[in-house]
């Protein structure tokens, strides 16, 4: 089967069923899966097949520790460098197996099966894998490309609605960067009718991928356009610093809502599209207030990778379909919000 997408010309992205199209993908190699109990019990018939390791769930575990951890069971394995790792899961399992599959005996082929909506559009394409220190997002990883990622629209209604409604977060994260008319497709739906139309749904997981991979493969180690996927993102991450009350998509969210709002007073949009970028977001069921002052997110966001000096790069639309990064001053920001 082709794939949907190839990034850097060995990833390959599937938009297609996972029961079908895996067996086909590893074939004759000896797979270790990684993945958590609640994908485990869903999906036993896909895993069966293989060797799995289970970790726990949530950014909690997303740490070295855990890296350690599947280390040490990959040894008491004997896995060598012929096993392929694949991650069965959301974004949090595929980070942490990209991670451990790049760093393991230096270097193993691994792939993903991506369970979630926000790890079908976001999380599993693009080569970026790492975790978290110290509650800063994704402070030790690298780069390192998939073989495969499959993402298979059937699995997302297992979803909980909350992580549903977060990853669509994403999707319009992507349509404001670079797909005007997914962006206009998504202001005549409702989250109730993207859960129930499979097709409209797969179109979606599509143009973000689209986006993203294009992005991707321009420049995959964010020199430069890459950074464009960082929307909404300097601001997701201090919230999720901060705070437990929100998950990623929810973050990333508020995040937009807030550039779109600095690109209106900075002249980059006018007050209209910015008005546009938020009411989709609550029309999806998204919060789009800061759930912790800005003026503790602002001394967060100085820790970010995006900071610099005085001067912070966000990324900010200057229309919908089209981003650009902007330095802007922190003092400003400060002004602005405090």
């Not at 994403?170 to 962006?183: L, N, R």
Request: net charge neutral.
């Amino acid at each position: 089967m082709n794939p949907d997408f190839t990034v850097r010309e060995t990833s390959r992205v599937y938009i297609a069923s996972a029961p079908e199209l895996l067996p086909e993908l590893v074939a004759d190699r000896r797979v270790v899966v990684i993945t958590d109990a609640t994908i485990d019990r869903l999906y036993q018939d896909l895993i069966a097949p293989y060797e799995k390791i289970l970790i726990g769930r949530g950014e909690s575990i997303k740490t070295l520790q855990t890296v350690e951890q599947i280390v040490r069971h990959l040894v008491a394995l004997g896995a060598d460098r012929k096993t392929f790792l694949l991650a069965v899961g959301g974004g949090i399992v595929s980070d942490i197996t990209g991670f451990v599959a790049s760093i393991y005996m230096r270097g193993l082929s691994f792939g993903f099966v991506s369970t979630t909506l926000l790890g079908q559009v976001d999380a599993s394409v693009g080569g970026k894998n790492g975790v978290n220190l110290d509650g800063f997002k994704n402070m030790v990883g690298c780069f390192t490309q998939p073989e495969f990622v499959i993402c298979d629209p059937a699995m997302l209604q297992t979803l909980p609605e909350r992580e549903f409604r977060a990853g669509m977060a994403e999707i319009v994260k992507s349509s404001i960067i670079g797909d005007e008319a997914m962006f206009e497709r998504l202001e005549r739906t409702t989250l109730a009718e993207l859960r129930r139309d499979r097709e409209l749904l797969t179109a979606a997981v599509r143009s973000a991928v689209r986006v993203k991979a294009e992005i991707v493969e321009r420049d995959e180690r964010e020199a430069g356009d890459r950074r464009l996927l960082n929307l909404g993102h300097t601001l997701a991450h201090a919230i999720e610093k901060s705070t437990p009350k929100m998950i990623h998509g929810e973050a990333v969210a508020v995040g937009t809502a807030v550039v779109a709002d600095v690109a209106a007073r900075m002249g980059l949009i006018d007050s209209a599209q910015r008005d546009r970028i938020c009411a989709l977001l609550v029309r999806l069921g998204l919060v789009i207030a800061p759930p912790v002052a800005m003026s503790k997110l602002l001394k967060v966001m100085t820790k970010d990778k995006k900071s610099a000096g005085e001067n912070l790069h966000l990324v900010l639309p200057r229309a919908i379909g089209h981003c650009e990064v902007v330095t802007v001053e922190k003092q400003q920001l400060a002004t602005w919000f405090m």
